[in-house]
């Protein structure tokens, strides 16, 4: 559980709980007191998909802990001046990983030791587009797709089949509002669904289109 950064263990159903981020830098007596931490006011948080007593956090940095929270290490270097607001793990290979801010996409394939960033212009080709979600194939650890906010018709998700670098365009008829979210489907032939305002659409890799 992390709200503005400030994340929670508990092993009993929620009978107690243990604040597990509060040795990261940046919270301060003032914002424990308050729940208030450093990060987004909904700061993502994941499981690694191989190892569940490791969690990364994202911050203004990528934070990684291997033993439940107790202690943590930052594994991006990035230094963001924005909060990360979306992040996801390749579930084939958790070395690789991405993260975002609202208009920076960054990605690493070695567990944190380099990262690559990528400017939302580079993305979108509009630099005022903001980056809302990010999902990861199961199968294909850099083939990702990212799903776009606010009310620009021509930019509602993207997809790059090689980890960001190069991106094609598949908004399709996607109505002119804000998308929110995109999971992918394990076991399909690339299907993704994306969450909007006005409701769930659905796509796959025989679909010309996106459904209702």
């Known amino acids: 559980c992390a709200l503005t950064g400030i994340l929670y263990r508990t092993t009993d159903n929620w009978a107690s709980r243990t604040m597990i981020a509060a040795n990261i830098p940046g919270f301060s007596a003032f914002m424990l007191q308050y729940g208030l931490g450093p990060g987004a006011w909904v700061t993502p948080v994941v499981m690694d998909p191989i190892d569940n007593h490791t969690?990364?956090?994202?911050?203004n940095d990528v934070w990684k802990t291997t033993d439940q929270g107790d202690s943590w290490t930052a594994i991006s270097g990035i230094g963001s001046s924005a909060s990360l607001r979306s992040m996801a793990i390749a579930p084939s290979n958790d070395?690789?990983?991405?993260?975002?801010?609202?208009?920076?996409?960054?990605?690493?394939?070695?567990?944190?030791?380099?990262?690559?960033?990528?400017?939302?212009?580079s993305i979108t080709g509009n630099t005022s587009n903001v980056l809302s979600s990010i999902t990861v194939s199961a199968a294909d650890p850099l083939r990702l797709w990212v799903t776009i906010s606010g009310y620009d018709a021509a930019n509602k998700v993207l997809r790059s089949l090689d980890g960001g670098l190069n991106?094609?365009?598949?908004?399709?008829t996607l109505p002119n509002v804000p998308v929110n979210c995109g999971v992918y489907e394990n076991g399909s032939d690339d299907g993704l669904y994306v969450g909007t305002d006005v409701g769930v659409f659905h796509r796959d890799a025989t679909m010309p289109d996106w459904e209702a």
Do not use: E, K, M
């Not at 991106?167 to 399709?172: D, E, L, Q, Y």
């Open 167 to 172: 991106w094609t365009n598949i908004s399709g």
């Open 95 to 121: 070395q690789v990983i991405y993260t975002a801010t609202y208009d920076t996409l960054y990605r690493t394939i070695n567990g944190g030791v380099t990262w690559l960033a990528v400017p939302i212009g």
């Open 55 to 59: 969690l990364y956090l994202g911050l």
